[in-house]
């Protein structure tokens, strides 16, 4: 398994000298994407670099508008996001001309905080996490090309399918929940993200 300090590497050897760079990290449901993310930004400041992460959690709808459109119980798939949302945020972040304000998900509540947290124009490195930066469908098509450097994280089908039933069953779930949350909603999504993304500049299969 490549180490976070290799990735690095890369990330600081393809940035020369540009005062912006935006990272792009993809993949499944239970992957390790935000794992990775922390490693990379803690790896990043113990360098002396400013980074950031932009998690795509926050710009998860609201349950009462999934509720409304009979999306709730498949919370996670595309749908289920502001993509346009994200999109333009990664827009303004790979500009790097301001500020720019993020939402932040408070997984407590379940809900997303507009606003809740500041990028600032200063900080060099961003690395932006969530499952669906590659996919080929609209509109997440329009980060194509947006994004210095891109990491996909696809474990093997058991691999996903064993993590995604840790993570249910600490919550507490019954089992019946636990099976439709995996073979009803997360693993026929995660089979989508990996059939449909784009390549990536490095493609981890475990972290």
């Known amino acids: 398994m490549i180490s976070p300090s290799t990735i690095v590497d890369a990330i600081q050897r ?14 499944p449901p239970a992957a390790g994407k935000s794992t990775l993310a922390e490693a990379l930004r803690d790896g990043l400041l113990a360098r002396g670099e400013s980074a950031e992460i932009l998690p795509m959690d926050g710009f998860h709808l609201d349950n009462g508008i999934l509720a409304e459109r009979g999306l709730l119980p498949r919370k996670g798939i595309p749908e289920t996001f502001d993509g346009r949302g994200f999109v333009d945020i990664v827009h303004a972040l790979k500009r790097g001309d301001d500020e720019v304000f993020v939402p932040v998900f408070d997984r407590s509540r379940e809900l997303a905080i507009n606003a809740a947290r500041a990028i600032s124009h200063e900080t060099r490195f961003v690395l932006a996490e969530g499952n669906y930066l590659l996919l080929k469908d609209a509109p997440w098509d329009r980060l194509d090309g947006v994004f210095d450097f891109t990491i996909f994280v696809g474990p093997p089908y058991a691999v996903l399918e064993e993590r995604l039933r840790r993570r249910w069953m600490s919550y507490d779930l019954p089992e019946d929940q636990i099976g439709w949350k995996l073979y009803g909603n997360d693993l026929p999504n995660g089979k989508r993200i990996l ?3 784009r390549p990536a500049d490095l ?3 475990l972290f």
């Open 195 to 197: 059939q449909n993304s």
């Open 14 to 27: 393809r940035a020369g000298d540009a005062r912006r760079f935006l990272v792009g990290l993809a993949g």
């Open 203 to 205: 493609h981890i299969d």
